[in-house]
């Protein structure tokens, strides 16, 4: 009796087993696939599949390139963030005087052809002096 209960002990536990480890894989393939999205500076979000570019406050920047989106990784996106000085001059005492900018880019790049597909400056702002 001791040995009928041991066998049906260990038979439960290797379905409970076998189901888990269905349930996990299951699971595993409904996530979405390592490499879909890249993050890139100041606050850009591109979906490496179809080119669709958005900021953090979820602000679509660039529509999908490519709707379709068969491809993960066809994608790939740099964004930048600098201060331009837009003009420069004397003050009313002779004294320099500049004054910079905020500027935020990025450039989207196609990494099938190497072709740059997008480049746009899509933030300028003044800059303060308390800004710096």
Do not use: H
């Amino acid at each position: 009796m001791k040995v009928f209960g041991a066998v049906i002990l260990i038979c439960a536990a290797t379905v409970l087993l076998g189901w888990g480890i269905t349930r996990g894989a299951a699971e595993q393939d409904e996530q979405e696939p390592v490499g879909r999205f890249q993050v890139a500076v100041p606050d850009l979000v591109l979906d490496t599949a179809t080119g669709r570019l958005t900021n953090s406050k979820g602000q679509v920047l660039e529509q999908p390139l490519d709707p379709t989106g068969e491809e993960i990784g066809r994608y790939s996106v740099d964004g930048y963030v600098t201060a331009v000085t837009r003009e420069a001059g004397l003050n009313v005492v002779e004294q320099p005087v500049v004054w910079p900018q905020l500027v935020k880019g990025y450039v989207v790049l196609d990494t099938q052809t190497g072709q740059i597909v997008r480049q746009k400056i899509y933030y300028k702002q003044p800059l303060q002096a308390s800004d710096l």
